[in-house]
């Protein structure tokens, strides 16, 4: 998870600290990293602590391509170019019409010290490896958005000690959370061409991957059908 090279100038909102247990584990002194849910915004190359990423200039190509880099020591790409192109079939198709990549990108170290799930830079959407044993660590409590986010597709949090917090993933809950969340927030960054604030364009994004995302693919009902509703009833 990553902080691209090329972000909004405003800080985003939801953050909470992590650290990385996959790769630097024999390091002696611990140090706090950036869990960031999603990055979109314009170009600041002047942006402190800024990693490289691959910037694909704009062509005049049908379509969109998939460009698959190795993940990295200890992490993995949660879904497959097939899987994204089969749950990008299910938005309107004019949603599609600026995007020209999306690039299931690889962590390095530079990276690791401003993680984030996804981004969108350009004309391209970038998703990043979660790490190989679906497990990620914290260092502090993580926000509420954050906690009730994941929670909503099947994140499951746990406090093993005092100051350490975890996020466990199914195989099928992370799938799930990176194509009807993040895949759909970062396209919803595309396609917003009337907000220009970081604020304004995370509002969009997070209805957007509401919207088209999670209600689409059936919201909490195609989750939790077991789910037992429990209603109160108060004596008149």
Same mark, same amino acid.
């Given at each position: ?14 953050q ?16 706090h990293?950036?869990?960031r849910?999603?990055?979109g ?9 800024a990693?490289?990423e691959?910037?694909h200039?704009s062509?005049?190509?049908?379509? %969109? ?5 190795k &993940? #990295?020591? @200890?992490?993995?790409?949660?879904v497959?170019e097939? *899987?994204?192109? =089969? ?24 990276k ?11 004309n391209?959407?970038y ?25 909503? %597709? ?5 406090? &093993? #000690?005092? @100051? ?7 195989? *099928?809950?992370? =799938? ?24 304004e364009r ?9 919207e ?8 909490a009902?195609?989750?939790r ?12």
């Amino acid at each position: 998870m990553y902080i691209r090279r090329d972000y909004s100038d405003k800080s985003p909102a939801r953050q909470a600290h992590r650290r990385n247990t996959a790769v630097g584990g024999g390091t002696s002194r611990q140090q706090h990293k950036l869990a960031r849910r999603a990055i979109g915004g314009r170009r600041n190359v002047c942006a402190p602590f800024a990693p490289p990423e691959d910037w694909h200039e704009s062509s005049d190509c049908e379509g %969109y391509r998939v460009i698959i880099q190795k &993940p #990295g020591e @200890g992490y993995r790409h949660i879904v497959t170019e097939e *899987q994204i192109r =089969e749950r990008l079939k299910l938005v309107p198709q004019h949603f599609l019409d600026q995007l020209e990549v999306v690039q299931l990108s690889s962590m390095t170290r530079k990276k690791q010290c401003f993680p984030c799930y996804g981004m969108q830079w350009g004309n391209a959407v970038y998703l990043y490896p979660l790490e190989e044993s679906l497990v990620e660590h914290f260092d502090l409590p993580p926000r509420p958005a954050l906690v009730n986010e994941a929670k909503m %597709y099947g994140g499951v949090w746990g406090e &093993p #000690g005092p @100051g350490a917090w975890t996020l466990t993933w199914s195989q *099928q809950a992370a =799938e799930d959370f990176y194509l009807n969340n993040i895949l759909i927030h970062e396209l919803g960054h595309l396609v917003d061409e009337k907000n220009s604030t970081y604020m304004e364009r995370e509002r969009f994004a997070e209805w957007f991957a509401v919207e088209h995302g999670y209600r689409r693919s059936g919201g909490a009902a195609a989750r939790r059908p077991n789910q037992v509703v429990r209603r109160r009833h108060h004596a008149k």
